[in-house]
């Protein structure tokens, strides 16, 4: 589990009693709609919101439908800032095997590159990496507080034209 956070670990959005709440209406909906016990051993957390907006788009109709391409379009954002970090971090553990094979006495059979050099492609890649996981965690955030949004709204037509009192 530590080699998953340190490769795909991304900052946790605070919790508060009303986020727990919220992700318990969704895991609920999402059991509701699926007859699924426990999503949580097939999906991660931002799996969820995806599911969750795939099941809900044809209970909402029009109704959600700004809020559905929105989010969507946040999760590009946010799959793209992940891949991106991934890559600087990639990036990073390849300069760091280098400086090491520049210290072994394998260093003859490969291309030299200045030491220096290594050191600064490391550090700008870990930063590189570490500033974009921060900013693909906003974005998860912002796309859990838009899924969330989808809960508060009728979830099947019938409930849309129904008139309260």
């Known amino acids: 589990m530590w080699v998953l956070r340190i ?36 999906a991660t957390s931002w799996d969820w919101l995806v599911l ?7 209970r909402l109709g029009n109704l959600g439908r700004a ?4 989010a969507a379009g946040i999760h590009r954002r946010f799959l793209f800032s992940q891949g991106v970090a991934l890559v600087f971090l ?9 400086i090491i094979v520049l210290l072994t006495p394998i260093n003859d059979f490969f ?5 220096p050099s290594l050191v600064v492609i490391t550090v700008f890649g870990a ?22 949004s989808l809960a508060q709204l009728p979830h099947d037509r019938a409930e849309t034209l129904r008139v309260e009192p």
Not at 111 to 115: E, F, T
Request: glycine share 4%; net charge negative.
């Open 111 to 115: 291309p030299s590159i200045s030491p």
């Open 90 to 98: 990639l990036l990073a553990s390849q300069s760091i095997i280098r």
């Open 127 to 148: 930063f590189t990496s570490f500033g974009l996981r921060i900013i693909a965690g906003n974005w998860w955030e912002e796309e859990f507080l838009l899924t969330c």
């Open 52 to 58: 969750y907006r795939i099941i809900m788009a044809e």
């Open 7 to 42: 490769f795909h670990g991304l900052p946790e959005p605070h919790s508060n009693p009303s986020i727990v709440e919220a992700k318990l209406r969704i895991a609920e909906d999402l059991h509701r709609y699926t007859g699924i016990q426990s999503l949580s051993l097939i």
């Open 67 to 70: 809020i559905l391409m929105e």
